[in-house]
């Protein structure tokens, strides 16, 4: 939006200028007439760029749950004084904490407490009792020992811990790609971050205040009619 303002008030500016040189004979009309027309675009896209900005306003209150942007601006650090960007490790270290990838986490934890219970039941409780028993033909008492064990309880459990364990290492595995997946989407986006800092920086240090002082030459030359309102119109471009 504050580029567009400054569009539109060179593009008044030297369309005032040019009606002045038209009233005075010094260009033509019709030259005048086409930095007017472009005075006009100019106010055009500033409308754009303040509609834009009323969208984008209400898109970022919607993401805090907001109903409407409440809030006349955001506050931006100026470019020239934009924080330094993080090591790209710190950045894949803090993806421990997602909650995407904590969810595979919790569900780790589930799968291995149910594996440990499939496991236990897959193993067939074996019962031991004692007791005394009367011996009538040596006139004698005898210390009985006996184990029981159910048939087949082992073998009933087997499958259960079998697909236990088949979920758990399904889930490892789905937890590793996530990983990936969003690793390498941080990376693309780190890149992305650091050459749109970079430009951001260019822009601001170097561009910008070489094509506003290009464009007060330009003006100036303009006035005392040193530069056709091509020219003109190129340099407001």
Same mark, same amino acid.
């Given at each position: 939006?504050?580029? *567009?303002?400054? /569009? +539109?008030?060179?593009?008044?500016?030297?369309? +005032?200028?040019?009606?002045?040189?038209? %009233?005075?004979?010094?260009?033509?009309?019709?030259?005048?007439?086409?930095?007017?027309?472009? *005075?006009?675009?100019? #106010?055009?896209?500033?409308?754009?760029?303040?509609?834009?900005?009323?969208?984008?306003?209400?898109?970022?209150?919607?993401?805090?749950?907001?109903?409407?942007?409440?809030?006349?601006?955001?506050?931006?650090?100026?470019?020239?004084?934009?924080? *330094?960007?993080?090591?790209?490790?710190?950045?894949?270290?803090? !993806?421990?904490?997602?909650?995407?990838?904590? #969810? @595979?986490?919790?569900?780790?934890?589930?799968?291995?407490?149910?594996?440990?219970? %499939?496991?236990?039941?897959? $193993?067939?409780?074996?019962?031991? =009792?004692?007791?005394?028993? /009367?011996?009538?033909?040596?006139?004698?008492?005898?210390?009985?020992?006996?184990? =029981?064990?159910?048939?087949? =309880?082992?073998?009933?459990?087997?499958?259960?811990?079998?697909?236990?364990?088949?979920? @758990?290492?399904?889930?490892?595995?789905?937890? +590793?790609?996530?990983? *990936?997946?969003?690793?390498?989407?941080?990376?693309? !986006?780190?890149?992305?971050?650091?050459?749109? #800092? $970079?430009?951001?920086?260019?822009?601001?240090?170097?561009? !910008?205040?070489?094509?506003?002082?290009?464009? #007060?030459?330009?003006?100036?030359?303009?006035?005392?009619?040193?530069?056709?309102?091509?020219?003109?119109? =190129? %340099?407001?471009?």
């Amino acid at each position: 939006v504050e580029w *567009a303002q400054r /569009r +539109k008030s060179w593009a008044e500016r030297s369309a +005032k200028t040019a009606s002045a040189r038209a %009233a005075a004979g010094a260009a033509s009309t019709a030259e005048a007439k086409r930095l007017e027309i472009a *005075a006009v675009r100019a #106010r055009i896209t500033l409308l754009q760029a303040e509609s834009e900005r009323e969208m984008q306003r209400d898109l970022l209150a919607a993401t805090w749950g907001a109903g409407g942007a409440d809030f006349d601006a955001v506050v931006i650090a100026h470019i020239g004084e934009l924080p *330094a960007v993080e090591p790209e490790q710190i950045w894949l270290d803090r !993806l421990n904490t997602a909650p995407q990838l904590q #969810r @595979y986490v919790t569900q780790q934890r589930l799968l291995a407490a149910r594996q440990q219970l %499939a496991g236990a039941q897959a $193993t067939a409780d074996v019962t031991l =009792s004692f007791g005394v028993r /009367r011996l009538e033909a040596v006139d004698a008492n005898a210390l009985v020992l006996g184990a =029981s064990m159910p048939l087949g =309880s082992g073998s009933r459990n087997r499958p259960v811990l079998a697909q236990a364990r088949a979920q @758990y290492d399904k889930n490892i595995a789905e937890h +590793k790609q996530a990983v *990936a997946d969003m690793q390498a989407q941080l990376r693309a !986006l780190y890149r992305k971050l650091l050459i749109t #800092r $970079t430009q951001a920086l260019l822009l601001r240090i170097e561009a !910008l205040p070489n094509a506003q002082q290009a464009y #007060r030459e330009f003006e100036r030359g303009y006035q005392a009619g040193r530069f056709s309102t091509l020219e003109m119109l =190129s %340099a407001q471009d």
